[in-house]
């Protein structure tokens, strides 16, 4: 399993991003996905996760703000981010579990098996 997130960068407070995760190795559908983040001096925080029936739920930091959600057929997880505050500002990553859970999680993180290596995002 191989996740690769895409799509970070600098942008302005207020700005918008979107980010994107391609996965290979194992087919999304059957799998809880979702985008965390560290920020610096922080531990990893869940921000958005996708389950495998399309409920999804949402860091209350970020509620209102992101959207996640996937391409199923293209197998790529996505996570809009509008609104963006310099608090924002971290490296995201993408996860994601096979599960027979009927909901996905946003802690602990260690629930989650497959990682990508993270997108820079920041925000001034």
């Known amino acids: 399993v191989q996740l690769v997130e895409s799509g970070g960068g600098s942008v302005e407070r207020g700005g918008s991003l979107r980010l994107s995760c391609a996965a290979s190795?194992?087919?999304?559908?059957?799998?809880?996905k979702a985008w965390f983040r560290q920020r610096p001096g922080r531990a990893r925080e869940g921000v958005a996760c996708i389950d495998r029936f399309g409920g999804f739920y949402y860091a209350d930091s970020v509620k209102g703000r992101f959207t996640i959600s996937s391409d199923k057929a293209r197998n790529i997880l996505y996570l809009q981010m509008n609104s963006l505050k310099p608090e924002d500002t971290a490296l995201y990553y993408c996860?994601?579990?096979?599960?027979?859970?009927?909901?996905?999680?946003?802690?602990?993180?260690?629930?989650?098996?497959?990682w990508g290596r993270g997108t820079q995002v920041t925000v001034s």
């Open positions: 996860a994601s579990v096979s599960t027979s859970a009927t909901r996905c999680l946003l802690q602990p993180s260690s629930w989650y098996e497959d």
């Open positions: 190795g194992h087919t999304f559908g059957r799998f809880c």
